[in-house]
């Protein structure tokens, strides 16, 4: 199994929609997780970190399946400005980061 | 303001010549990487540093060679035996007082080599 899989989309949507995108993960000791949001020809940001019981901010909503080794990202009311790739990260075995290839989002009018 | 700063933002060099990329940062961070993204992948990790003189190889070492004298710099050498060294190259940092496999990592806003 690869450390992170995501489908890499695109996921074409249109303004206002709800969106949702998968991730699993194959280091099951992994105690951190990230998605980061990365715009075309730019670098990565954190977008939100994702904790155990779940965790909101404003449109975005990010969940932890430790059960099936998968993380999971909501977002609602899809705003234009939404669209980019998004990487999902976790914590490797040898103590670095793991970087998904990303899902790439994009949000019509 | 605090940050990353990579130099240069684009390089065009010819095949077999060696290139060095800065990176400086000013965020009083111990942890420094060098990463590289190529189209429709994810980012792989090439070097990483947790102390000043200190480095460890990430998953694509070879060909590539890296220095810490100081710890605000990371440069990141591309040498003439990476094979396929055009690529998107991006350095971040973070804090000693997170778990190294955790914490938020700031990036820079990288370095677009071309090789010719």
């Known amino acids: 199994r690869k450390e992170v899989e995501q489908d890499p989309g695109p996921f074409n949507v249109p303004e206002g929609a709800t969106v949702a995108f998968n991730c699993t993960y194959s280091?099951?000791?992994?105690?951190?997780f990230f998605w980061y949001r990365q715009d075309c020809r730019k670098e990565p940001k954190l977008l939100m970190s994702v904790y155990s019981s779940g965790n909101e901010d404003g449109r975005f909503t990010a969940q932890l399946n430790r059960a099936s080794q998968y993380i999971s990202l909501l977002i609602r009311d899809s705003k234009l400005s939404d669209s980019a790739t998004y990487l999902c990260v976790h914590g490797g075995s040898q103590g670095n980061l793991i970087f998904g290839k990303g899902t790439k989002l994009s949000v019509k009018p | 303001d605090g940050g990353i700063t990579q130099s240069p933002k684009y390089l065009f060099r010819k095949e077999g010549q060696n290139v060095t990329l800065s990176c400086e940062q000013n965020?009083?961070?111990?942890?420094m990487y060098w990463y590289r993204q190529d189209p429709g992948q994810g980012l792989r990790l090439i070097y990483y540093?947790?102390?000043?003189?200190?480095?460890q190889k990430g998953d694509i070492a070879e060909g590539y060679s890296v220095s810490r004298e100081k710890k605000e710099s990371f440069p990141l050498t591309v040498t003439s035996a990476q094979k396929n060294p055009t690529a998107f190259y991006l350095c971040?940092?973070?804090?000693?007082?997170?778990?190294?496999?955790?914490?938020?990592?700031?990036f820079g806003e990288g370095s677009r080599l071309t090789v010719l």
């Open positions: 971040a940092s973070k804090g000693l007082w997170q778990r190294v496999n955790t914490g938020e990592l700031f």
């Open positions: 540093s947790q102390i000043v003189n200190d480095f």
């Open positions: 280091n099951s000791a992994s105690q951190s």
């Open positions: 965020l009083n961070h111990d942890a």
